[in-house]
């Protein structure tokens, strides 16, 4: 029988938390316990298991969930999942004013429509490329949407106005050359983390780290149209390397740097 494999990783970009891909076949995972939450979305397959003397089953593109200290197994016939376990400095970007203790259980089986956007925009996340909003917004979404209902701050709940975002979109403007990380930027906009990805998303229909995107390769287009060299452009602009900003112009004008300079 093929034996279990699993790939940990400690990202810097998601605050060291413990991000891990796994994948087993009739394997089934000996009671244990975890002292943080642990939070998986399965790929393929179902996670059948057993947590606090109660039976679940979680198919491919639900959520799994278990509290600190509760204790679970997992497995089954087949199954390939991604997991978080989320450091204590992810926990307090999520929640910066709130004892880890004092949030509620999450529910074992999750298919909140909300939790399974920002674990699919966190895990299927490409090469970071150095982003760090991508990840960090993805992680504090989802442990709000999860672990949130019982901590949350009444003025949440409230819009935070067109300052807080005009001082975020043009601190992200000024400083397109490098990687702000969510916390920097939540500082600068007076609001939580959580909050600012909220108005990002009303309010601009985009994220935080799409309107860096979006805004790095209108700033090459200006660049390349001035003549600039395309290496010399993606250094300027905060893309990792020239590759990194050929990616991205396929990815929004359709055509790579080259052919853009070519067209004009």
């Not at 996670?47 to 593109?61: K, L």
């Not at 939790?115 to 760090?132: H, I, R, S, V």
């Not at 969510?182 to 500082?187: I, K, M, T, V």
Request: proline residues 7%; negative net charge; hydrophobic residues 40%.
């Amino acid at each position: 029988m093929p034996r279990p494999v699993a790939k940990v990783r400690r990202p810097q970009a998601l605050l060291n938390s413990e991000l891990i891909y796994a994948e087993f076949i009739e394997h089934q995972f000996a009671p244990h316990e975890h002292t943080t939450w642990t939070i998986g979305w399965v790929v393929d397959g179902a996670n059948d298991f057993r947590c606090e003397r109660q039976s679940f089953c979680a198919p491919a593109g639900m959520l799994c969930v278990v509290n600190p200290a509760e204790v679970h197994t997992g497995g089954g016939k087949q199954m390939s999942y991604w997991c978080l376990m989320p450091s204590t400095e992810l926990m307090h970007l999520a929640f910066p004013d709130t004892d880890p203790g004092a949030l509620c259980s999450a529910p074992a089986v999750v298919d909140d429509p909300v939790a399974l956007k920002a674990a699919y925009q966190l895990f299927t996340l490409p090469p970071m490329d150095g982003d760090l909003l991508t990840p960090q917004a993805g992680g504090v979404v989802l442990l709000r949407s999860l672990l949130g209902s019982g901590s949350r701050d009444p003025a949440e709940d409230r819009s935070c106005g067109p300052g807080a975002l005009a001082r975020a979109t043009e601190y992200l403007q000024d400083n397109l050359e490098r990687q702000v990380p969510l916390a920097e930027l939540s500082q600068i906009s007076g609001v939580s983390a959580f909050q600012l990805c909220r108005e990002f998303a009303s309010r601009l229909n985009i994220s935080p780290d799409a309107f860096v995107r979006s805004r790095r390769v209108a700033r090459a287009q200006e660049l390349t149209r001035a003549g600039a060299d395309l290496s010399g452009a993606a250094a300027s602009c905060g893309f990792a390397d020239q590759a990194h900003m050929t990616r991205l112009f396929r990815t929004v004008l359709g055509c790579t740097p080259a052919q853009w300079r070519s067209a004009i």
